[in-house]
């Protein structure tokens, strides 16, 4: 057959075979598809009820059309990239050059062959008719249904432009389209494929098929990865059938890779039995919404749960209720825990802990990965990594565990993480499958069939809420149910949230009516329904509120609190308040060494360290002489994650939202007898009419990060009339006196503020759905949003953030990183600073260049990083103190 002249992986040098033939690759990454799509996993059921096949149908088609993925290999254009010793293969042809991906040449092929191919029987077609109404409809179906496949690279491909006769030869040696021809013919007949002839006719198929093509175009994408090891997939040159091929090599192979990576069996989820069964016995009693969760009906189809409820009432384990709830229903094959920082992330991975493992049956093994940025140097997940679970052992000396190497292949990459069964990580994740970042199908693949659990779900801005809202759209749509986390929702955003979600089931805006708070609202494919919950007396909070109108107030209550014995915490709004607000405490305070300062423009080693050091001086199990007159001084990163209280707070006026979120680190652990809570709030003078400069004059960093003033305004209004801060009775008003419809309450002068910044957001509003793919459409190409150089975001920001690696001489003069000597020492080593800020640092001197590209050999994540030699700078200093500060704001 002239298929077998054609090498599909090949390597230059070196023992064994030195190539792998076509059409055995093409085989092994099927048989990978064909276990993943095994007819009785959830997916595949799910995919075969929404497209009207039966799971073994649907399997055979799939897995057929998987086999044709590197279709385009067979070009003689590609087949001259490599010249494998002692095997026979075509030849290349000098006029033939590889100016086209091998991806896009199969499209190409397809395009042009399909129709030849279908009249030939090449393709196992029961029936040709060209009279039927329907062939355009089929031809267009026929077009549509390989290009998730030819995706595999992580984008889809397009072969317009492109010219067959200039890739494709024929001549003595082979016909490359015979020869893929033949091919097709022997697999179809091989997979036994059977055509749903009827439903390519049918506009609502193709429409159904598309929306899921980026499940789809994942799961070939994974196939692809695995079918492509050489650690499973052994090269082979030699000839045989390619029925003896599949059933003795690449489906048996397949097997040992899924098993390997995790992949080969589903964790078997157990029936909740109530929280003691999750803490060894011990007696928990659920708190009025974790009732309500163990107790709510699980009904048929994808659904949306909302919790909202204060700090403290368990929204976390209510939801980890719902979700193994759901699981034993077979509403998900596994969970994904979103979060809006890399902090809260962190904080989130060490609170499940060993929880997950609760959810499944003892021999179950579900792979639990962290997925951000910076995971690696979460030290409890990169322990996990090679750690081996309970149960497992290794089959020899230096082999390690199953479990161990899922969990590396997992944690390889953040795009291979959201495969994980249990997952935690930042929303960003999740959001990237909708935008037009490579392999964005797999990060959807990874979320089909999982339960999303987003916390915080109102910390996001416009442009992420929007890109927020069309994940929950397209999870829906694809099978999923969510569960949303949340302490201070506006109502309005809780009927987009709803509405997208129901929006994603073809159905109509939800009919939301209860304001009660807290609330339970669950929608599914019929109604909503909406349960308003009790709340337990100790997690009730009644914060007064007091107000400072200078920064000299704030520093003399401060150390009126240190003198009593008080620890305090000063939350600021910008890093550069904060820095001179702790140079200014420092000085006075008489045990200085009691002064912490923390924000964003630490090295990360330093900014770990710091975080270690507030645990311990202010965490749950700190000791009175420990918080004996310690004081805090912090941006928002200290309300974020850090289990930490104080006995009095300062805060920079901030919307209503915020102020709650820092009013619960203020006394919020038993401590024996303390007075009663007070939040310090530093504000401009009260005005029932202020102008446009109301808050600039006052709190001039306050203004430049919360530009719609009226928001604050709004917030000390309602402050000021309540007299403090009442959970949960009053949870609802505060929200909605400010984030509701209050448009008549905002000042004259402060109207040109509040529209600028409607304005802004409706632009962050297009953005998003201009940077998004549009799913509905299906995984095709289009050349306005892939584009390499194009730099799209989960978040939109002001101005673009730049990753700076600090460098430092040793003893002998040699540049190393700051953080030289320790694990992970390049991540350890970098700030994230405002391009603005980053261009201001002095620029490596030449004499250190060469070093610096050593380094950069060395530690391959500094290729894309500004270097800086933190001792070389006259106009800006870092110390493990205070953080990178400008030279005049840096103490002599």
């Known amino acids: 057959m002239l298929y077998f002249l054609y090498w599909g992986k090949a390597k230059p040098s070196g023992e064994g075979d030195q190539c792998h033939l076509l059409p055995y690759h093409c085989l092994d990454v099927a048989a990978v598809g064909w276990h993943l799509l095994a007819p009785e996993r959830p997916l595949t059921q799910l995919l075969a009820k929404r497209l009207d096949m039966s799971p073994e149908v649907l399997r055979r088609f799939f897995v057929f059309l998987l086999g044709l993925h590197d279709l385009g290999k067979f070009s003689r254009t590609f087949q001259g990239l490599a010249r494998p010793e002692e095997v026979e293969l075509v030849s290349p042809v000098e006029r033939y050059e590889y100016t086209a991906r091998h991806d896009r040449l199969g499209a190409l092929l397809w395009q042009e062959c399909w129709f030849t191919w279908l009249e030939d029987r090449a393709l196992r077609w029961p029936e040709?008719?060209?009279?039927?109404?329907?062939?355009?409809?089929?031809?267009?179906?026929?077009?549509?249904?390989?290009?998730?496949?030819?995706?595999?690279?992580?984008?889809?491909?397009?072969?317009?432009?492109?010219?067959?006769?200039?890739?494709?030869?024929?001549?003595a040696d082979s016909d490359d389209q015979e020869a893929a021809k033949q091919f097709v013919e022997e697999w179809a007949y091989l997979i036994e494929v059977?055509?749903?002839?009827?439903?390519?006719?049918?506009?609502?198929?193709?429409?159904?098929?598309?929306?899921?093509?980026?499940?789809?175009?994942?799961?070939?994408?994974?196939?692809?990865?695995?079918?492509?090891?050489?650690?499973?997939?052994?090269?082979?040159?030699?000839?045989?059938?390619?029925?003896?091929?599949?059933?003795?090599?690449?489906?048996?192979?397949?097997e040992a890779a899924l098993s390997d990576t995790g992949f080969a069996r589903l964790p078997?989820?157990?029936?909740?039995?109530?929280?003691?069964?999750?803490?060894?016995?011990?007696?928990?009693?659920?708190?009025?919404?974790?009732?309500?969760?163990?107790?709510?009906?699980?009904?048929?189809?994808?659904?949306?749960?909302?919790?909202?409820?204060?700090?403290?009432?368990?929204?976390?384990?209510?939801?980890?209720?719902?979700?193994?709830?759901?699981?034993?229903?077979?509403?998900?094959?596994?969970?994904?825990?979103?979060?809006?920082?890399?902090?809260?992330?962190?904080?989130?991975?060490?609170?499940?802990?060993?929880?997950?493992?609760?959810?499944?049956?003892?021999?179950?093994?579900?792979?639990?990965?962290?997925?951000?940025?910076?995971?690696?140097?979460?030290?409890?997940?990169?322990?996990?990594?090679d750690r081996p679970q309970p149960g497992d052992r290794d089959y020899e000396p230096g082999e390690a565990t199953a479990t161990a190497h899922c969990n590396r292949w997992l944690a390889d990459s953040r795009k291979k993480a959201l495969l994980a069964e249990v997952g935690v990580g930042t929303i960003d994740q999740a959001l990237m499958g909708l935008l037009p970042f490579r392999h964005q199908s797999l990060r959807l693949y990874g979320l089909a069939r999982k339960?999303?659990?987003?916390?915080?779900?109102?910390?996001?801005?416009?442009?992420?809420?929007?890109?927020?809202?069309?994940?929950?759209?397209?999870?829906?749509?694809?099978?999923g149910s969510a569960i949303l986390l949340t302490a201070t929702l506006p109502n309005a955003m809780r009927e987009s949230l709803a509405t997208a979600w129901r929006a994603g089931l073809d159905?109509?805006?939800?009919?939301?009516?209860?304001?009660?708070?807290?609330?339970?609202?669950?929608?599914?494919?019929?109604?909503?329904?909406?349960?308003?919950?009790?709340?337990?007396?100790?997690?009730?909070?009644?914060?007064?509120?007091?107000?400072?109108?200078?920064?000299?107030?704030?520093?003399?209550?401060?150390?009126?609190?240190?003198?009593?014995?008080?620890?305090?915490?000063?939350?600021?709004?910008?890093?550069?308040?904060?820095?001179?607000?702790?140079?200014?405490?420092?000085?006075?305070?008489?045990?200085?060494e009691r002064c912490l300062l923390f924000h964003s423009r630490f090295a990360m080693i330093d900014r770990q360290r710091i975080e270690c050091e507030v645990i311990e001086r202010l965490g749950k199990a700190s000791t009175p002489e420990a918080r004996r007159g310690q004081v805090l001084i912090s941006t928002q990163v200290f309300q974020e994650s850090l289990d930490c209280d104080v006995d009095l707070m300062i805060s920079d006026l901030a919307p209503i939202d915020l102020l709650i979120q820092r009013a619960g680190r203020l006394q919020r652990h038993v401590r024996g007898l303390r007075l009663p809570p007070v939040l310090h709030v530093l504000a401009p003078e009260w005005s029932d009419a202020p102008d446009e400069n109301w808050l600039k004059r006052a709190l001039p960093g306050t203004n430049a990060v919360y530009r719609d003033t009226s928001l604050l305004w709004l917030t000390q209004r309602i402050l000021r009339e309540l007299g403090g801060i009442h959970m949960p009775e009053q949870a609802r008003l505060l929200i909605e006196d400010v984030y509701g419809e209050v448009i008549d309450l905002v000042p004259a002068g402060l109207q040109g503020a509040r529209w600028e910044q409607k304005g802004i957001q409706g632009v962050a509003t297009s953005m998003a759905n201009f940077n998004a793919l549009e799913l509905e459409a299906g995984y095709v190409w289009d050349r306005h949003k892939w584009q390499e150089e194009q730099e799209i975001g989960t978040r939109l920001v002001d101005e673009p953030t730049v990753n700076v690696a600090l460098l430092k001489c040793d003893a002998t003069g040699a540049l190393v990183l700051w953080a030289e000597g320790g694990r992970h020492a390049d991540m350890l080593s970098q700030i994230k600073l405002r391009q603005s800020q980053a261009s201001k640092l002095v620029s490596l001197p030449g004499e250190y260049q060469t070093q610096w590209e050593v380094l950069q050999e060395r530690y391959k994540a500094l290729r894309f990083v500004q270097p800086w030699l933190a001792n070389g700078d006259a106009n800006w200093h870092y110390n493990a103190q205070r953080g990178l500060v400008a030279a005049e704001e840096s103490p002599a």
């Open 194 to 254: 059977e055509w749903p002839t009827e439903q390519l006719v049918s506009g609502d198929w193709l429409k159904t098929f598309q929306a899921l093509s980026w499940t789809i175009a994942g799961w070939a994408t994974l196939s692809d990865w695995l079918g492509s090891n050489q650690n499973h997939f052994r090269y082979c040159q030699k000839e045989m059938s390619l029925a003896e091929y599949w059933e003795c090599y690449a489906l048996p192979r397949a």
């Open 451 to 479: 339960v999303l659990i987003v916390d915080e779900v109102h910390a996001y801005d416009h442009y992420m809420q929007t890109l927020l809202n069309q994940l929950l759209s397209y999870h829906a749509r694809q099978g």
């Open 128 to 171: 040709v008719s060209l009279e039927r109404p329907e062939v355009r409809q089929r031809r267009k179906a026929m077009q549509a249904l390989l290009i998730p496949f030819f995706g595999h690279h992580g984008q889809p491909v397009e072969a317009e432009q492109l010219r067959i006769e200039q890739f494709f030869a024929k001549d």
């Open 507 to 592: 159905r109509g805006p939800a009919a939301l009516e209860c304001s009660h708070f807290p609330l339970l609202t669950q929608i599914d494919q019929g109604a909503s329904r909406e349960v308003a919950l009790g709340s337990r007396p100790e997690v009730s909070r009644e914060v007064r509120v007091d107000w400072l109108t200078q920064e000299e107030q704030a520093i003399e209550t401060i150390l009126a609190a240190v003198e009593a014995g008080e620890c305090v915490a000063w939350v600021r709004n910008t890093v550069d308040d904060a820095i001179r607000a702790f140079e200014a405490v420092r000085e006075r305070h008489p045990e200085p």
């Open 268 to 385: 078997k989820p157990i029936p909740y039995s109530g929280l003691s069964s999750w803490f060894d016995g011990e007696t928990v009693t659920p708190t009025p919404l974790q009732y309500e969760a163990e107790t709510l009906p699980i009904l048929d189809g994808p659904q949306l749960f909302i919790l909202e409820d204060i700090t403290g009432a368990g929204k976390t384990e209510a939801a980890c209720i719902l979700a193994q709830r759901l699981l034993v229903e077979g509403h998900g094959e596994g969970l994904y825990f979103a979060l809006p920082t890399m902090a809260t992330s962190n904080a989130m991975y060490e609170r499940l802990g060993l929880l997950h493992r609760r959810f499944f049956t003892a021999d179950s093994h579900p792979s639990f990965v962290l997925a951000h940025g910076a995971s690696r140097l979460n030290e409890s997940f990169s322990l996990a990594i």
